[in-house]
C-alpha cells in the first residue's frame, strides 16, 4: 500500500495544453476545425539519469512521475525525492524533442538501479513501462477485509463519469481514470494511456495524503494485471471499469481479493472477483434496458 509522509517534495506546476485544435477535411470534401490530444513525450531523468520516457498529455506530470516511481517500485515513498522539476519549453515544436522531467532524490539513487535494468513493454497503451518483478509483491499486498461497494453507489459512480466534462468527449483518443470515495469523484485525470492516468492518480494521492482503503478506482480502460497491481498497491481494493478484464488481470484480482467490476455503464456490469465486496440491490437494475451481461457475453 502506497502511504504519504510528512516530508514531501517541491514541486513545479508545469501543466501542458490538453488538445490542440487542427484543420481537417470530412467525406464530402469539406473543411472544418476539430480538436486532438495534444500528446507530447516527457523524459524522466532520475538524479541526472535518464529512466523513461512517458508519452503524455500533460495533465499532472509532476503527480504523473511521482506515481510512475511509486506504482514500479523504485522508490518506497515519497519522502526520499526532495523534487520534481518539469520543463516543456525544451521539446516545444521539435517533433522527437521530448519535455524533461528531473528528479532528484535526497539522498541518491538507492534501489533504482537494479530495477530498471528488468524492462518489460506491457499491454498498456502507450507502451507502459514495469520494472523489476512486481508480480512477485502481490503476495505482500492486504487490501481491507471489510471494503465494499453498494450497487446504488455503482450505478452514482458510473454516472458521475457521464456526466464528467472530459476531453475524450471534446477530441477522443483518451483514457480516463477516476478515484471516488462513495459517489464523490476526488479525482478524475486523462491521459493517452491509462497506465499514465493511474500513475497519475497514485501521485495525487500521496502528495494530499489520501489511503487508498475505502476508495474505488474506475477507469475506462481494460482491467489489465497492469491496473489491478497498480489498484492494489495504492490499497484500493475496488476497480471499475467500462470495458472488460484479461486473465491475468482477473488472476492477480482473484489473488489480492480485489473487487473487479468491468463492462459497467448505466445499470449493467459485471462483477469478474471478490463479489462479497458488493452489497447487491438486484431490484435497482429493473428496468435496464436489453438483454442482461451474461447474456451478451454467450
Known sequence: ??????????????????????????????SSQVHIPAERALTVYL???ELVTLMTLGASPECLVLGFLLNQRLIQSVSEIESVTVDWSLGEGELGQPGVAAIKTRDGLSQAGPKTAARVVTTGCGQGSVFGDLVSDIDAIQLPAD?????ATLY?????????????????????????????????????????????????????????????FYTTGRLTSEMVIKSA??????????SGITQMGLEVAERVQLCAIGRATNKRFLCFSAPHRLKWQAELAEGSSGKSMLQDAV
Request: proline letters at 2%.
Open 47 to 49: 538524479d541526472k539519469k
Open 156 to 216: 452514482a459512480l458510473v454516472n458521475a463519469i457521464r456526466i464528467q466534462e472530459t476531453t475524450y468527449k471534446s477530441s477522443g483518443s483518451v483514457h480516463g481514470c477516476a478515484l471516488f470515495k462513495g459517489s464523490d469523484m476526488l479525482m478524475f485525470v486523462e491521459d493517452v494511456g491509462r497506465h499514465n492516468a493511474v500513475d497519475t492518480i497514485a501521485g495525487w494521492m500521496v502528495m494530499n495524503d489520501v489511503s487508498g482503503h475505502d476508495k474505488v
Open 1 to 30: 500500500m502506497l502511504l504519504a509522509t510528512s516530508l514531501k517534495p517541491r514541486l513545479t506546476q508545469a501543466r501542458a495544453e490538453l488538445t490542440r485544435q487542427i484543420s481537417v477535411v470530412n467525406e464530402f470534401g469539406e
Open 233 to 242: 498497491q495504492m490499497g484500493v481494493p475496488i476497480a471499475v471499469s467500462r
Open 147 to 151: 471494503a465494499h461497494i453498494s450497487q
